[in-house]
């Protein structure tokens, strides 16, 4: 026990400056579990993790203890919430079936003991649900598929020949890749009904309302053109009818009029389909100022939060969690590690605003949450690294936890995280009061934190 003790201080020594400067540093390994709480500034609640790697879905005290475990039977796609009424939504993937990130076979509504009260799927060649879902207040859920178009299709459709590849490694594995995947959003019922749809492929063309088939990634080493537009998540704005659509690979968010289906607004990339843009160079960002987005959230009062991830962004890889006003047409709030070392996820990622105004962020390529204030000068108050590797939680991740797919990823990874107050409705009348303690062994290390801030201070 002491050497264990004593191994993770060390390595809390290491991380201790980041909180108060947003400094970090590059650890081969590092704890577990809740790293940081400052209890008069977070907002306590309860945390819903449903981890890339494994099948369960954990929910978590402040303290990192699990208080619910829903025991699942498939790989999450990608991520959980709570329902109002105390059940769960959540993807599942029982196998890939396009050879880009983020498909899943289909979303489920469990009870709390993990029954399953409501589904729907997609089992087709032709088409794929992937990355997000939005329940809707009537009850029905909005969905992002990838639908298959040809090559000869895309062309037809006005794609220029030869920039779609024709086959990938993975195709021997049943996975298409000389084909063209444009996204849509389909709304289904309670029944599963198809009720409505809005296709990327019906606004093709140019100008600020149409989107540019010949627009693709400056870079050909991630997945090249196949998967065109690489949405990642959507939202409903009731007062305005209007969905948010965020894609990674256009480096935009877009304001969709449901009745109309007319993009109305768009931000983040202006050289997508404005010729007077300057796009970026191989050291300047030049008009862009969104690079690989993420989970693009309706705050109200004209703001949107944003997972900038800063993939691909010529000045550095960084990221951070950004507001963008409407009215004003720009970013007016952002939070980012002064270090890049300490916060940095290439691909998916999440934030969401807390009713106490606080931040939580997901950064996911390492399974870290942060919890930061909304103020001008950001202030870390809450930090987090998942510890499940598949279903089995470790206390200390180390460089052999690593994955092979490079940019950082670990095997913790997790896709989204949500906090949720005690008095949030679909927590009321729950049992939360059987804690399981992942370590009993292990020291705490937010207490040790407080502990060392308190010897420097002498």
Partial sequence: MKKLSMSCLLVLGLLTGYHQTSYAIEALSTPTG???????????????????????????DMEGNVVHTWDTEYRPGLYAEILPNGNIVRGYRTKD??????????????????KVVWEFKIESKDRTLHHCFKRLENGNTLLLTWSRKTIAEAEKKGRMKGTIPARDSRED?????????PDSIIEVDKNGKEVWQWNMWDNIGEGNDKLNINYFLPTDNYYRSSDWSHCNSLDYIPETNQI????RNFGEIFLINKATGKIEYRFGNPTTHNSKAIKPSWCQAGDQQLFGPHNATWLGDNKILIFDNGWQNPEKNRSRAVIFDIKQNKIIWEYKAVNMNGF????QGAAQKLPNGNILITSTNTGHMIEVTCTDKPEVVWEYISPWVGDTPRALLTEEDGTNGGHNIMKNYTHRSYRYSSEYNGLIGKD???????????????????????????
């Fill in 34 to 60: 809740t790293l940081y709480w400052n209890k008069e500034k977070a907002f306590n609640g309860y945390t819903i993790i449903s981890p890339n790697t494994g099948t369960n879905t954990y929910l978590i």
């Fill in 97 to 114: 079936l396009v050879p880009f990130g983020g498909a899943y076979t289909g979303i489920q509504e469990l009870d709390w003991n993990g």
């Fill in 173 to 181: 594995d049943g996975i298409k890749w000389g084909e063209f995947w």
């Fill in 244 to 247: 948010i659509l965020c894609s």
């Fill in 344 to 347: 940095y996820s290439a691909y």
């Fill in 432 to 458: 939360l009061s059987q804690k399981k303690v992942l370590f009993p062994d292990a020291p705490k290390m937010y207490e040790l934190y407080t502990k060392l801030r308190a010897m420097e201070a002498k």
